[in-house]
């Protein structure tokens, strides 16, 4: 039985570890439409996100190319702003100079608010949109068509054409 539980685990660790998961994503499909959205997340088959609140699915059959975004801003927001207030907080609990509590404990949050703020700004600068899926052909690719033909003669003929 304890094969068995960590068999299951194992298969589990490894199928999540096959899909890419994003904060925000741009689809552009096959057809020429860029859909956005959030929460996104690219599996072998499909890519998976929330457009408008609503949770949509698309084969990767039918996508051209994905670009996405980690979500930086917010690691950032938190760091910068749990950083300033751990300073704070520590700071209150020691209060060297006798101050009043309840006034270390509002400048402490108040300068973790702007620290976080900074931080935020931080993670949008640093966070830029990378292109994490292309499909194999491009659309470009797709519409030339390349021919090989012969002639009542025998001559090969080769011939090479673009489709709009």
Same mark, same amino acid.
């Given at each position: ?9 194992? #298969?589990?660790?490894? +199928? =999540?570890?096959? %899909?890419? *998961?994003? $904060?925000?994503? /741009?689809? &552009?499909?096959?057809? @020429? ?26 084969? #990767?059959?039918?996508? +051209? =190319?994905?670009? %996405?975004? *980690?979500? $930086?801003?917010? /690691?950032? &927001?938190?760091?910068? @702003? ?83």
């Amino acid at each position: 039985m304890p094969l068995l539980c960590s068999l299951m685990v194992g #298969l589990f660790a490894i +199928q =999540s570890g096959y %899909a890419q *998961k994003y $904060a925000k994503m /741009k689809v &552009a499909m096959n057809q @020429g439409v860029t859909i956005e959205g959030k929460k996104g997340i690219i599996s072998p088959e499909s890519v998976t996100m929330l457009v408008e609140g609503q949770q949509q699915s698309y084969p #990767l059959t039918d996508v +051209q =190319s994905i670009m %996405a975004k *980690k979500g $930086a801003a917010g /690691k950032w &927001a938190l760091g910068f @702003g749990g950083g300033c207030l751990a300073i704070g907080l520590a700071t209150t609990a020691v209060n060297p100079n006798n101050d009043d509590v309840g006034s270390l404990l509002l400048g402490s949050v108040l300068w973790a608010g702007i620290f976080a703020s900074i931080g935020g700004l931080v993670g949008l600068a640093v966070d830029p949109w990378q292109n994490v899926y292309l499909a194999k052909r491009t659309a470009v690719l797709r519409n030339f068509s390349l021919e090989l033909d012969s002639d009542q003669r025998g001559s090969i003929l080769l011939g090479l054409s673009y489709r709009f």
